[in-house]
């Protein structure tokens, strides 16, 4: 998040439109992937430039370009420049700090989608964008794997509905795809909050805190990711685009209720990590009343035995107990006498847990109360 | 749910429509029960697959065909075909972990609820699909238990307007019944709530605090399952559906307006249980003070009188008071009115509670305040 | 609230319109009033049944049923088919624990509210039904009070505008007279509030604690009984119901605000009921505090001199101190000293209140201090 | 405001209209100011009762009465009656616990303020009714304190617009300066809050507590007062009353941004208090952390060292050590080698603060961590 | 803030649209910039006062009027007479405290916006009005550091489509600048989040505490600054104002777009502080739960060894250990012995930590716990 927010300072003063590509950059080749199909039949072409292969295109065949990795700009401006794509468009592909978003031009739509991948213990946005036209898809995205691999498998083995139904239905299986994803996401979220629920309630540690803490942090940031969203699957639904066609739009309406399910889980896992948290210091101040007790009963049994031991260690000369003959046993009892009542009274008040004798022992001492 | 949710990931990269269920698989037989029924007479066949069983109906009387058990995928296709249901409407039937929703079709409609019910402590959410067609009702859900019997013993018994109201009236019925056992639950919350309320004050423990917290993770995720159904019914009522008659409109009405309770509920022990973790964690904060009041009582009294009787155990040649005669009954006498002197201040200080004497006795006192 | 729900679950399966009372029953009879008026004279009858008197009516009077007790449900039974009242309407008058709602049917408007009143130290929740028709109003409640009294009087007296406005304005007059009784539970909050804030800076008590939960409780319950009246005054006022005419719309008005005034002062004491628990634990805190530093003073000022003490009462044979003339008055002193310097830290610490010296006193004192 | 509340319960039952003065009784006479004036010229009549004067007004002027003191009902009667008010009307004037509102009738406009002054340290809240007519305009408040001098001011010396803009720009300028006055009160709590953020963070104490739950409280109260004003505004903004001229509306709009940066200066307020309650708490721990720190250390230093005094204090025959030549010194070189470890152990866990080692010295240390 | 709202009370009772300056009053000369440009030519006049300079505009070109500091009041009270702007508009240029908004004029559209820029750590606030007319833009600001130099730097070199796209494709770059500075105070915003993270597990202070405060504050304000923003380049979107052509509404629609994600990074960061504040209270209470389990375990240890050194240090006649020639060893073996067992209970609780034994130790042990 930060990591793109910092480019941003560096394009201050910079007139709108201009390509900077926000994201990491890397010296690998970005992979392009050109895919045309009918009902009957799919060919596919990888190459490292769009300008080394044929773009053009029949009304008979769907197209799809996936283009993976961002940071070669020339490639986008030809790009931009074949399927005559505003500046805007361009500039939003390669700055990647946007929100998902759906944009409606004259000859294709935009929209702009999260892909949330596990990444062992973190969580990794990568930005996707798809175009979608007149019999053609354009999919973009940051990183060099081929996320879409799944979609590409369908196309190739012809099985389903998703070779005969048109580029609409593609973009929806891309989107559907990264919906998809969302879910082991919130798989291992579900089970990171299980596995702290667990140990909350019996052992609480620093260590859960801060696991609390890094939970909040991924729904709060999978939250800003996946909100959005709603609202662009909602205006795709609803949008009269004729890129779209009526039979998609159940599919759409289905991808909608898969968003909202996936906003749903997060609302929840947020609740409940906001209430883990009030557990958490509640039962850390639980374990600090236990430590404390521990303290006080040492304290209390054994202050009083010392003074006692201390007076009979002064050297008055006249002290008559000293000069008896089972003086020094008297004090012994007497000592053992005051620990097993000093006992007695923690455990009627309950601090120590051999049996409890009565549900509220306080009813019965009007000594220590906290004064009301 | 997560125990579904961990399912999605098996069926990343899938056509929408795959027919996977979710849920828990089990060897056991699904078990099918077909009502026919007009106001005059009431049919009733029970069989373990659809396609032994004559499905032909007749405008003049109502079918409802109730299916305990998802498992066998192919009952369900089978269903699809007969039906002509869309697949992504067998998709969310077998997908367990669906929001509420309702969905109009041409020739039917279809909604999801979740049926809630008690198991022990645990809350058991169970998914129900409905779907209403023209004189027939279908309804499906997880697990064997037959949930629909007292509807079904109605419709036997033929008493009341269920017989003669046609196929949404039973629809209606389902759904009724459905939001009857959330009240159910609701009561088992709310006696938790009230079990709890008696001993947050009276003897807090790290148990009270667990079930706090189980009872609010309950009432998050019955609200997940009862909002979305709010806007269901409220839709169903709405709707210009022509498989809703004009006279169950009142009782949709009368539906929507239980659910409303149930909602208002749910948000009532929320604000509760919110309010409980608050004053469990003052109640913790209270017995600590009372804790460190008794250890600093025990000590203030008892570590200036080891003192003293220290410094007469000391062995300096010269230490006149060791010489008098009743220099060892002075010390023990002064000692003793330390004592009680120091018993006085925590008295007036409020510490000690035998009787209260001031309602503010800081006021009198300058030493000891905090540092403002 | 759980009293009522916990007959809730009795009514699991029953057809909807069945009538089962769900308050307390009682042996008690229920009692009628009958009251016919014109602007020119008033008619009282009281009776025990419905069945024995004459509910006739002429358009040229308005003609009032007030039910107290509605445990009889064979006069409810009667009472809707002399008034061709809906099942549902009966049924919701009987579960009590119904939200308040408006329902307009074609021959009458149909609503609920809740009567609240104080009951000692408890809030008393009545659930007031209240039909208006043509030239009719009834009004049926739980318990036996005649909570109507007031509206009666001023029918009988025939003053102001009541006994020439017609049956609206009547149901305006007992809907005015419930939300008025509002004001006192709203009056009774407030100076429970007031109590409670005086106490809370002065001297906390685990009393004033529960004190807050109590009160948050109220206001909780309160809300759930007053937000949704709001919307039930509102539609009525825009209602273009025949049973409403024009003049009473500006009443009507009067009303809406007045709900609206005592759902503002219901929130204005939640958020500062809120407020006020965050408040209790931090001076439950600052008293832990002031019980910990009266501790650390005692302990910190005597232990370093009980180590003295104790050094001189060893009993190794060559201490050169011990054989010195004024080793005892030398170390008395020393003591003394120490002592004193512990104070002075603890003065100039802030801890010890005389007087303080200066705002930031840790600046000169690089001990101690938590470590950053 | 239960001041006010109070009153409410004696008007239980009574017919609305009844004309009860809510505020406080006063036996000082009410002051009548009535102005006339023109673009030319400017009269003004200061009289104690409204019956001795001339009322009647031409069209050609715009006449002004201001009502200081709303306790003398017949006043408010008669000029209920000269101006054709409603008798709701002349019942909100006195009912001063109103919340703000607009109400259009036939012949006026009638819109209830609140007026905020500051009062010592005390907010105090003042109903401002204002009736707007044709060129007629009415205020009426409950003090004698004469608020609206600065606009007779600018009347009187007849300078900017105001004198030719007709009664609904009069009406405007009354309410300007209402708003004006409420960014005094924001003022103040805006240095309210600076100042407790200084102690805040340096000095924590009870008062500071208490001080932020007054300005919490303040701030709850003023948003009461001023949120519904921006529907007021708004509406009459909005409305096409024929008393509310074209050149007016942006002199409205210009006051409804001004209660709309009020409102948004209020939030704020609310947010930065919120924030602070929970870093008051905080910093409460930090201090208690601070205190504990100071026993745990003297305790850890000298609990050892007594213990080691006392072994050396035994009266057994047989201990060598204490016949040593030099045993005295080697047990008390032995001591101060235990202190000087033990600080030394302190000061790299970092609890005593002349230089801290290195960032996290719990590394290196596996005693004494809290267990995980 | 407060600085600016405490000019507000010296304008109580001034008449709307007196021009009293609220900022900070400087001695400095203001500073004009006037360009005009075509696509073709680009000049440029820097002046002291407005009146020494020709406004005179043609509609071939555009004139952009850029004015720094707004204390000459003389200079704005012309402008105002020249461009015919209303007196309003000229009261909101001066009272600096104005929320963002946009307002629509015959002539021209004004808006206002806030300039956020870091002055250290500290975020200084700037009200920024522009003015769109018919091809002439009027910008103003409060301080003399000119922020729209990298605007005027495009205009001179005349790369882009500025000089060719009209005044209100200036106002949008003017815009557009200011939006893009926001994102470098979210930058700063973001790494002080980041620094604050790192430290609050590892080692809380007191010092984190008031950088989440800052941190908080900064948040409020800012979101106080732009969430207005919002609404006013919505507006501006959807205005149908002749200054505005088709062209730049998507300029303007990407301007939104940036807006919207500043807002949420604003409330992402919000989120993320509230969650701090918890994290760090929680980490407190964990160091108190450290520093106590030290003194308890040193003060648990050493308690009972210093009762018994005293015990026989007592000086009865009798007593047998005494006379013992292997009492002394046999006492400090008894002491060893006691020593290592409380170790060991420690361990076993798992307070001190070489090695942890089981999960759950309090399982084994009844002792301590505490009470239910």
Redesign the interface.
């Known amino acids: ?2 990591a793109a ?2 480019k ?2 560096d ?3 910079q ?3 201009a390509l900077v590509y926000m994201g990491d950059k890397s010296d690998k080749e970005i992979e392009i992937t050109i895919s045309t199909y009918t009902s009957e039949k799919y060919n596919e072409t990888v190459t490292k430039s769009l300008r080394e292969v044929d773009l053009s295109r029949r009304d008979s065949q769907v197209t799809w370009i996936n283009i993976n990795g961002l940071h070669r700009i020339k490639d986008l401006e030809y790009l931009g420049q074949y399927f005559h794509l ?1 500046p ?1 468009v361009l ?2 592909i390669v700055h990647t ?3 998902p ?1 759906l ?1 409606e031009f004259g000859s294709y739509l935009f929209f702009i989608v999260k892909m949330l991948q596990l990444d062992g213990m973190e969580v990794d946005y990568e930005q996707v964008s798809i175009i979608l036209g007149d019999h053609f898809v354009i999919s973009l995205h940051e990183h060099e794997e081929d996320i879409f691999a ?2 590409r ?2 196309l190739q083995a012809g ?4 070779r005969g139904a048109g580029a609409d239905y593609l973009a929806y ?1 891309l989107l ?2 990264i919906v ?2 969302y ?2 996401i ?2 291992s979220l ?2 990171g909050i ?1 596995d702290i629920e667990g140990e ?4 609480p ?3 859960t ?2 696991q ?2 890094r939970l ?2 991924d729904t ?2 999978m939250r ?1 990711a996946v909100w959005p969203l709603r609202e662009v699957v909602s205006r795709l639904e609803r949008s009269d685009s004729p890129f779209v066609q009526d039979h998609t739009l ?2 759409l ?2 991808a909608y ?1 898969h968003v ?2 996936v906003i ?2 997060i609302e ?1 896992y947020r ?2 990590l906001g ?26 049994i ?6 006692i ?11 008559p ?8 046993f008297a ?2 009892i007497g ?1 053992a006498g005051l620990a097993v009542g000093m006992l007695l009274y923690f455990w009627r ?6 049996r ?1 004798p009565n ?2 022992p306080f009813a019965h001492l ?7």
């Open positions: 998040m930060t927010a910092k941003r300072s394009t201050i003063g007139p709108p439109g505003h805007l500039e939003d700090d946007q929100r978003k944009e799944p979609v498998q369908r099985t389903g509905r998703i299986a559907d795809l998809d994803h879910f082991l919130l798989e579900g089970e299980e909350l309630l019996d052992r540690s620093p260590d805190l801060s609390i803490h909040k942090r709060i940031m800003r159940l599919y309406k289905d209720d909202t399910m749903d889980s929840t609740d409940i209430g883990m948290l009030d557990i958490y210091l509640s039962g850390v101040s639980n374990r600090l009343n236990e430590v404390m007790m521990v303290l006080t009963i040492m304290a209390t054994f202050i009083p035995l010392t003074f031991a201390g007076v009979y260690g002064m050297n008055f000369r006249y002290m107990e000293l000069e008896w003959r089972w003086g020094y004090v012994l000592m008040k309950g601090w120590i847990g051999w409890r549900p509220d009007d000594l220590k109360k906290p004064r009301p």
